[in-house]
C-alpha cells in the first residue's frame, strides 16, 4: 500500500525577514517538542509544538542570523550570525545567551557533533573552527579554502569534518591531524550545503547549480548524482535512515528524493518565494521547512523508510 503525502501540519510566522535556518528541538530520537529558526531579521525563534505555549524571540546578534543548531545532549541552540560571532542559548523564556568571538567575518554554519562536545562553525573568513562545547573554548582551526566556507558538519563519530563553499570545493578533514582527508572539485558552482550520510560513510553536497551529489568517502568519488532543482539548492537534510534526502531551493520546491531507487520521490509547494532551509527531525517523523516569506512550516513525514 501507497504511504500518504507529507502533509502541511503547523505554519510558524514571527519573524520579520528571510527565515534562513530552521532545526527541531527535544529529546535525541524522541517526538520533537519544538523548533528553533534563525532570520536576517537577527532575531532566533524558538517554536514550541504545544499550541498553548507561545514562541520565544531571543534578541543579541547585532546583523542576520544564517544558521541554527540545537543539541540534545546539552539542551543548547547555537546560531552563527553576520556580525561573526556564534552564540549559544539556553532554550527558556530568559534567552540567556554566551557568545564566542568566532571568526573575522560573516558566519555562515555552525553544527553540533551527535555527542554534543563539539561545535564546528564556518566562515567567510575562510576557515572552519572547532570549538568544545562544555568549556565553551576554541579548540582548532581548518585552513584550506580560498573563498567564503558556507557549510559545515561532522561525522556521527565526531572525527571528520566536511565543510563546502565559494571556492567550488568540498573538503574532507581529519579532526585528529586536522589535515584535509579528501578534496572534491567536481563542482560548477559555490557549495552551499553539506551534510553527512547517518552512517557516515558519504556525504551530499547541493550548491549553485541546482544539482545533489552524493559522494563515497572511500572511494572518494561521486556515487549519486541529481540534477535536482531549477535554482540554487539551500539546503538539504538526510531523514535518520539514511534512505531518504530532503532538499530546499530558490527555486520555491522542497524536494524528497528517495535514495535506494536512485529518484524524485516528492516535490512540495509550501512557500512564497524561494525556499531557504529544510531538516528532519531526529525520529523522522516530521521535517521542517522556512523560506524567504518568513515562515516556517513543519511537516508530517508519512513515508516509511
Not at 45 to 66: D, E, I
Not at 157 to 180: C, K, N, Y
Not at 189 to 209: E, L, W, Y
Request: with cysteine; charged share 15%; glycine share 10%.
Amino acid at each position: 500500500m501507497d504511504s500518504p503525502d507529507p502533509e502541511l501540519q503547523r505554519v510558524f510566522r514571527g519573524h520579520k525577514g528571510a527565515v534562513t535556518s530552521v532545526a527541531f528541538c527535544g529529546p535525541a530520537m524522541k517526538q520533537a517538542s519544538g523548533a528553533v529558526s534563525g532570520s536576517v531579521d537577527g532575531c532566533v525563534m524558538a517554536w514550541n509544538f504545544n499550541q498553548r505555549m507561545r514562541a520565544f524571540r531571543y534578541l543579541g546578534h547585532q546583523a542576520a542570523v544564517c544558521c541554527v543548531a540545537y543539541d540534545a545532549v546539552s539542551n543548547l541552540i547555537a546560531s552563527a550570525s553576520k556580525d561573526r560571532t556564534v552564540r549559544l542559548w539556553t532554550p527558556t523564556a530568559q534567552g540567556r545567551s554566551t557568545v564566542l568571538k568566532a571568526h573575522t567575518a560573516a558566519v555562515r554554519g555552525c553544527a553540533f557533533s551527535d555527542n554534543g562536545r563539539m561545535l564546528a562553525t564556518c566562515s567567510d573568513d575562510k576557515t572552519v573552527k572547532l570549538w568544545l562545547v562544555p568549556q565553551q573554548r576554541f579548540l582548532a582551526s581548518l585552513n584550506g579554502h580560498t573563498n567564503w566556507v558556507r557549510s559545515c558538519r561532522l561525522s556521527p563519530d565526531a572525527r571528520v569534518a566536511v565543510s563546502g563553499g565559494d571556492d567550488h570545493s568540498v573538503r574532507v578533514w581529519d579532526l585528529e591531524t586536522q589535515a584535509a582527508l579528501h578534496t572534491f572539485n567536481e563542482m560548477e558552482g559555490s557549495v552551499q550545503v553539506v551534510r553527512f550520510h547517518p552512517n557516515g560513510g558519504c556525504i551530499a553536497s547541493g550548491g549553485t547549480d541546482g544539482c545533489l551529489k552524493l559522494w563515497d568517502l572511500r572511494a572518494g568519488r561521486i556515487i549519486q548524482y541529481y540534477e535536482a532543482h531549477g535554482g540554487a539548492v539551500t539546503d538539504a537534510a538526510f531523514h535518520p535512515s539514511g534512505s531518504f534526502l530532503l532538499s530546499s531551493s530558490l527555486d520555491g520546491t522542497l524536494k524528497v528524493w528517495d535514495l535506494q531507487e536512485g529518484l524524485l520521490f516528492y516535490t512540495l509547494h509550501g512557500h512564497e518565494g524561494p525556499t531557504l532551509a529544510a531538516n528532519f527531525s531526529s525520529s523522522g517523523q516530521h521535517f521542517a521547512s522556512a523560506g524567504a516569506d518568513a515562515a516556517v512550516l513543519v511537516w508530517k513525514t508519512n513515508f516509511d523508510a
